[in-house]
C-alpha cells in the first residue's frame, strides 16, 4: 500500500462532515415522523377512551358520576386522559348524539342510540427542514349507548 499523498491528506474531514450531516438529518427526520405516529396514535386511543366513557353515561345511568353527560364532561374527562408530548389544552373534543342515531321512538341519549366522539389535535414538525405547517391529527370513534 502506498503512503497518501501530502496534498491529499485531511480530505477525508469534509467528506465525513457531509455525510454525518445528512445521516443526522435522516435520523432526526425518522424520529420526528415516529412522534408524528406516536400523536395520531395517542389521538385515536382518546376518541375511543371518550367514547366508550360516553357511552356508559346516557339518559339511563343512575350509579355513575357525570350520568347524562353531555359535550363538556366528555371534553373534559379525555382531556385529562392525555398523555406524552400532547399538550390537553390543545385537545379538541367533540362528541355528538345524533337523532338519528337512535331507534324509532327512542329519546336521544338512551340506550340503543349512538354516540360519535372526534378528537383532533394540532401537530407540527419539530425540525426546520420538515414542513412547519400545524396538521390537525383527527381521529372518530362511534359506540352505542349501554345505559
Known amino acids: 500500500m502506498r503512503p497518501a499523498k501530502r496534498s491529499e491528506r485531511g480530505a477525508s474531514l469534509p467528506e ?14 425518522i424520529v420526528d415522523f415516529g412522534r408524528a405516529m406516536y400523536t395520531y396514535a395517542s389521538v385515536a386511543q382518546l376518541a375511543r377512551i371518550g367514547a366508550r366513557w360516553a357511552i356508559v353515561r ?16 366528555v371534553q ?50 419539530m425540525l426546520p427542514f420538515l414542513p ?3 396538521y390537525m391529527m383527527s381521529s372518530t370513534s362511534q359506540m352505542v349507548i349501554s345505559q
Do not use: E, R
Not at 462532515?17 to 432526526?28: E, G, K, N, Q, S
Open 58 to 73: 346516557g339518559a339511563q345511568c343512575t350509579q355513575l358520576d357525570h350520568c347524562g353527560a353531555v359535550q363538556t364532561d
Open 76 to 125: 373534559t374527562y379525555v382531556q385529562g386522559q392525555s398523555v406524552g408530548v400532547m399538550a390537553p389544552g390543545s385537545i379538541i373534543v367533540n362528541a355528538t348524539w345524533p337523532p338519528s342515531g337512535c331507534p324509532t321512538g327512542v329519546p336521544a341519549k338512551s340506550p340503543g342510540c349512538i354516540v360519535i366522539v372526534t378528537v383532533s389535535y394540532p401537530f407540527k414538525f
Open 132 to 134: 412547519t405547517a400545524q
Open 16 to 29: 465525513t462532515a457531509i455525510v454525518m450531516a445528512v445521516v443526522l438529518a435522516l435520523l432526526f427526520a
